[in-house]
């Protein structure tokens, strides 16, 4: 069973960051849209779909099967396992913020600009990138 549900938590991990790069890109996009054009309507629904329908889901398998795996593995006690929660607890505190910046678009509040959207898109890459360092090096 442990390796059906690595494979779960693999394939919701891909999910979850395939969407968590992609929906401040759509951020960038949708700051160059006129506010109540169509256009800017179209981003509003595809930012809300990817969020309720790939990205949340993703987050929920990912976080459930990493921790059936880290108990079934007796992983707890190891240093890098802690180091790796801390990351995956921010990289969920900027799904979060992403959450919120689809609530301030459809609401037409949003006050950042595509510049900062480009920055904040790098943080989810970074981040997988060191938590991904963490699992197949256990470095410590």
């Excluded at 059906?4 to 992609?22: F, N, R, S």
């Excluded at 256009?39 to 595809?46: A, I, N, W």
Aim: with cysteine.
């Amino acid at each position: 069973m442990y390796g059906w549900i690595k494979a779960l938590h693999i394939i919701a991990v891909i999910a979850w960051m395939a969407g968590m790069l992609y929906l401040p890109r759509l951020f960038v996009y949708h700051c160059e849209a006129e506010a109540g054009s169509k256009q800017s309507e179209t981003f509003k629904l595809m930012e809300r779909r990817l969020l309720r329908v790939i990205i949340n889901p993703a987050m929920v398998v990912t976080w459930l099967a990493g921790l059936y795996l880290a108990w079934a593995g007796h992983w707890f006690s190891a240093s890098w396992l802690h180091a790796k929660l801390v990351l995956v607890l921010v990289l969920s505190g900027v799904h979060g913020f992403f959450s919120r910046c689809v609530k301030d678009f459809a609401a037409g509040r949003n006050l950042r600009s595509q510049r900062f959207y480009r920055f904040i898109n790098e943080v989810p890459a970074l981040l997988m990138v060191l938590i991904v360092i963490l699992v197949v090096l256990k470095p410590f």
